[in-house]
């Protein structure tokens, strides 16, 4: 716990030194502390269900053995099975899927990774035999506190989405073939060229076959418009078409009732008909009859094949009955030389149609400029609230209400004057006010002199489409986890604040924010943590500027501010502006118990003197915030032409770094490690070195925390442990069998999934016992996450490694988890050994500290030993071992053997 009056700079060192020195001065007297008990958890939080919105259903699986541990509140409604049935039965919720749906889910949850996200949609069946569509969000989490994997599926019911697509995809599909059926009805010759050309163009639209079969005068069924690949198919159709059959039974029906009769699942019928076997090989599962007859007579049927099964709707089939009833009527108008009552069906049948259609219908004059509406449809006054006699003999202006100013009605104008086909989407309200879209489509009508004399209008309401483009857009342009701004908006804005600002001659700042420490707290706490802080963050960066500011999130634990007008001709307010936002960062926050202070690292470019474009502004503010960050953090920087001279090299630098792993310019220098009782070398420690080509050599001050920051400390780790180990096997090969090597590990490699495995894989390959190897963790990166670093350590200390805590003293331990932990040494930090001769304060600690070790039967180590009289202090304090320039400073590995293990030197 930290003091009432710490900073929030209290975790670095330099700020928390005297602090951290008066706590030692009283655990002199006092060993033990009490414990509390940590938060554990991270896959739920109280308010998980709160944050799902209606008609969604959060689930937890416990992915190793596909068993459900959460269910949300919503599961019953959408499922019809209480959430607690789907905790209890484990397999209750793939019995759930339909049963053509659940091996895509299997597949994916055999290959999904830590950290995935997939989208998945899913048909489920509920108890009472009624289907649902939901759609996933799904994620894979790892619980490393017990090794288990998680996945966190988030749903939402698409059941009316996704059935209006359906019924709207196969009504376009049916108004697609009416319309290219009227060319064909236009232009056949005869009877035979009619249905062939009707049949080859059903097909076209989107059906898997079409075709037609008249019925001749002793009862036989003759088809017509079949497709030669489809022969054999008709071959198996001859017996029950034939004089004397009944046809199939499907057609059979339609011939008797004179309606449309539906096969939609050929799948499901059982019988062992040669015509259903050759249905099924060519692909069809669904199948419509509709018969074509007049008013007394029985001509023939139209059928029609779909792949899907359940395929018609009522919707699809009304209009293909039309279709099949056009197509009657024009078999009787080829039958009837006179044409005049074939004529007048049809045109019955068009206004039936029209009628009966879903989609609003307008015949309005051509006459301009009122173009009046002479007649609406019933799907008119349903979709717009207005009743016939309320529309005609209006404009259709009506509809537009005030909302005038739309871009669409540029084109539909122009279709008027032009009498030509006009499409638009426009804005229309309905009688009661509320907004609807419409698509809408206009024709012209012409006469027998081809002069236009009406214009067809058909509306479609497409207001649920539109709702969900808008919750696309929204997806596209805003970051899922904040709800900010993403870069591509950020873009946009950022190129309207800079247009608005030349106009009107302000200035314009362009802050990038990126917080310093956070990948530590992802990495150990882990991402669903490191999420939660994230939007804290952005809540807090929000409230920290004006609204015509813009705050969006770049990614990661980058932001950028975009501030119009900001500090205007007064210079003095402008570092008050940072600091309101530095402020608003740094304030406590807790995380499942913990409290943590973050800071944060900001660069900024002013518009127009750091650049007149936003990748130039963008560039700049980047630039300067790493200014920040390489001077320690936590501090802000405005951008000069000098920093980008120091871009240039850290980038330059960090390439470097990349190739150097690749062409061997790594080394390990090794500082000896003296037993200060006897005065001989018991072990070594490992530090890296970059030998530059051009830089000379270069210490780890200077590139590892760029390694860490780019991810390069992974490997760079790897190759440090396996070379330690390799250089401590040589010297064991040699005779110093009880000479131990220590190695250090960063934040990072410590919470890798695989890392005891690595640590296995190393010794084995290298031949070191695992006495001999010792891993060092800094005393911050071990108390990060304790329970969860607690597995890590014993996993660790199971292999017969030794674990030291480095830099002891410089943290904030408790007591109470020191003694939990697996470790075998105390590391001192060289901050309180640097004046234990001259200090009694510093004294008292480093006796502190090696009192702690010692009661917790752990050695003790301090490092940064540089005189004989620290040397001494330190021998007569029982200190057991020490390192540092005093003894030798790191050096390569055969200056190690030349000077000390060949020659056994002791002190």
Sequence with gaps: MHPPSMTPAAFRFSSSLQWTKSIWMRLASLLQSTSREPAYGYLLDADGDALLQDGRVLWIMQLQQRRILHASIGVEEIYGHTKERFVADHSLWLECIAPGDRQQLQTLLTTIGVGQSHTLSLRINRPDGSPRWIEYQIKCLADYATGDMHVRFVGTDITTRHHLEIALARSNRALRAITACEDVIGHAANESTLLQGICDVVTATGYQLAWAGLIESDGAITPIGLTAKHQDYLDAMKVPLGAGGNGTIAIATALRTRRPAVANYFASDMSPTPWRLAAMRYGFHSKLVLPMADQDTMLGVFNVYASEPDAFDAQEVALLVSLAQRVAMELRAHRDRAGRQAAE????????????????????????????????????????????????????????????????????????????????????????????????????????????????????????????????????????????????????????????????????????????????????????????????????????????????????????????????????????????????????????????????????????????????????????????????????????????DAALKRLQLEYQLRRAIELDELTLHYQPQVDLRHGTIVGMEALIRWNHPQMGLITPGSFIGMAEETGLILPIGIWVLRTACLQAKKWQDMGHDNLRIAVNLSARQFVQTDLTETIADILQQTGLPPHCLEIELTESSVMADIERHLLILHAIKALGVHLSVDDFGTGHSSLAYLKRFPIDTLKIDRSFVRDIALHQDDASIVATIIALGHNLHLQVIAEGVETENQMAVLRAQGCDQMQGYYFSKPLPAEQIEALFLDQQITV
């Design 345 to 644: 069906a049809a045109l019955r049948l068009r206004e039936r149609a029209i009628e009966c259609s879903a989609n609003a219908i307008i015949i309005s004059s051509a006459r301009a400029p009122d173009f009046v509406i002479e007649y609406v449809n019933p799907a008119f006054e349903r979709i717009t609230g207005y009743s016939a006699a309320e529309a005609i003999g209006k404009n259709s202006n009506f509809l537009l209400g005030t909302d005038h100013d739309q871009p669409g009605l540029l084109e539909i104008r122009a279709a008027l004057s032009e009498r030509r086909e006009g499409k638009a989407v426009l804005r229309n309200y309905r009688k009661d006010g509320s907004l609807f879209w419409n698509d809408l489509h206009i024709a012209p009508v012409t006469g027998d002199d081809t002069r236009t004399t009406h214009f067809v209008a058909a509306m479609s309401d497409i207001t649920p489409m539109k709702q969900y483009e808008t919750t696309l857009h929204r997806m596209a342009n805003h970051d899922a986890l904040t709800g900010l701004p993403n870069r591509s908006l950020l873009e946009d804005r950022l190129e309207n604040a800079i247009n608005y600002s030349a106009r009107n001659e302000h200035s314009l700042w362009v802050v990038l924010v990126d917080l310093d420490r956070f990948k530590l707290i992802n990495d150990t706490m882990g991402h669903q943590a490191g999420d939660h802080l994230l939007k804290i963050i952005s809540d807090r960066l929000q409230s920290s500027v004006r609204e015509s500011d813009t705050v969006a999130r770049l990614g990661g634990d980058e932001f950028v501010l975009v501030l119009p007008e900001c500090a205007d001709g007064n210079a003095s307010s402008a570092a008050d502006v940072i600091q309101r936002i530095m402020d608003a960062v740094i304030q406590p926050l807790t995380i499942r118990g913990n409290e943590y202070v973050l800071g944060c690292s900001m660069g900024v470019a002013v518009y127009p003197n750091d650049g007149t474009d936003p990748a130039t502004l963008m560039a700049h503010a980047d630039v300067a915030m790493y200014r920040a960050k390489d001077n320690g953090g936590n501090s802000f920087q405005f951008y000069t032409p000098v920093m980008h």
